[in-house]
């Protein structure tokens, strides 16, 4: 069975810099929103994984995001910490239309 999931504005485009987060907040969750270099737009948990450190004020590299706190290297793509450090943060589906960043939550 398929999941169904509610597409939230989060922000527009033209708004976000470039290689630095965001923080969102939508229906009870902390994200953190970042525009890569190459223009991608990803969406994860804003906590890391170790200490809960606030990633939307970490650093971008690529397609990585260091933690502002202890530095662990996370990636925006698919959540997983660098190892030899372990751990993961969620990932979320985004959609861009026009100017309008959306992002895709599982219906409640």
């Known amino acids: ?3 169904l999931l509610n597409k939230i504005f989060v922000a527009k485009v033209n708004e976000l810099p ?7 907040h939508v229906h009870g969750l902390e994200l953190a929103i ?3 270099v190459d223009g991608d737009i990803r969406v994860i948990e804003n906590r890391c994984p170790h200490k809960g450190g ?5 650093m971008i590299s690529g397609e990585h995001v260091f933690c502002p706190m202890h530095d662990w290297k996370i990636s925006v793509v ?12 969620q990932t979320f589906e985004v959609k861009v239309e026009k100017d ?6 599982p219906e409640k």
């Not at 470039?18 to 969102?24: C, S």
């Not at 606030?54 to 970490?58: D, P, R, S």
């Not at 309008?100 to 939550?105: A, Q, S």
């Open 1 to 3: 069975m398929e999941k």
């Open 18 to 24: 470039e290689k630095l987060g965001r923080t969102v």
């Open 34 to 36: 970042f525009k890569l």
């Open 54 to 58: 606030v990633l939307a004020e970490g």
């Open 78 to 89: 698919d959540g997983k910490v660098q190892k030899p450090d372990i751990g993961c943060v």
């Open 100 to 105: 309008n960043v959306y992002v895709m939550l």
